[in-house]
């Protein structure tokens, strides 16, 4: 089944304690992404891969890294979460910029 | 920084009502996909317009690009209550990346 998968789905952290989101998909798909969805603000993205070792800021990278070292994986790294990084996450991917994209079930994040 | 804007950003209706809701932006799109989400679920591609003017049916729903590729629209017929959801609209601009509204929150009520 073609599929994104994240892990966890639901995490609970205090700040300042490192954490990653892990994002894979199964349909060789080139390009990937991080959005974090809060009310009112829509999906909003946070970094962008268009293939391996090729990694972009999207509209709000600010205090996230991602690293693109295999095709199917698209990790989510905090290094220091803040309680203003408490959102819903979500990795999607597309076969390219162009094409729509599939979504993961999201990553639900409280930072306390 | 592109933007999209939806209105309204919420609905409710009744079972069996028609309704629209609009996508408007001031940038020219190559392509605007909408999407439909599900609370505790990510978006699903309802449908991707490319073509000014374009019109696209599923089923009891109707989506249009305008003419100057800077909006969309979507028309449910006879809403159900299975409607229910947030409607999401995307625009990608000549490989920039995704944009994304705020998105149409819908409740159908039987």
């Known amino acids: 089944e073609a599929q994104v998968t994240q892990n966890p789905r639901y995490l609970i952290t205090v700040t300042g304690k490192k954490l990653t989101v892990t994002c894979s998909q199964n349909?060789?798909?080139?390009?990937m992404s991080w959005y974090r969805q809060d009310p009112g603000l829509g999906l909003r993205q946070i970094y962008y891969?268009?293939?391996?070792?090729?990694?972009d800021k999207g509209d709000v990278p600010e205090g996230y890294k991602v690293s693109r070292k295999e095709k199917r994986n698209f990790p989510l790294i905090l290094e220091s979460p803040s309680p203003n990084q408490t959102s819903l996450y979500f990795c999607?991917?597309?076969?390219?910029?162009?094409?729509?994209?599939?979504f993961g079930p999201g990553t639900r994040l409280l930072v306390l | 920084t592109q933007l999209l804007e939806q209105s309204p950003q919420f609905l409710s209706i009744q079972e069996g009502e028609n309704l629209t809701v609009y996508c408007n932006s001031s940038?020219?799109?190559?392509?605007l996909q909408w999407y439909r989400q599900e609370p505790g679920e990510g978006p699903v591609l309802l449908v991707t317009?490319?073509?000014?003017?374009e019109v696209k049916k599923l089923k009891r729903l109707t989506f249009q690009f305008g003419d100057a590729r800077k909006d969309s629209s979507l028309h449910i017929t006879a809403a159900q209550p299975g409607d229910t959801g947030l409607y999401l609209c995307?625009?990608?601009?000549?490989?920039?990346?995704?944009?994304f509204g705020p998105g149409t929150r819908l409740s159908v009520l039987p």
């Open positions: 999607a991917s597309s076969p390219s910029i162009t094409t729509f994209q599939y």
């Open positions: 349909m060789n798909h080139e390009y």
């Open positions: 891969s268009m293939n391996v070792e090729v990694t």
């Open positions: 940038s020219v799109f190559s392509s």
């Open positions: 317009v490319v073509t000014g003017g």
């Open positions: 995307a625009g990608v601009s000549d490989g920039q990346n995704f944009v």
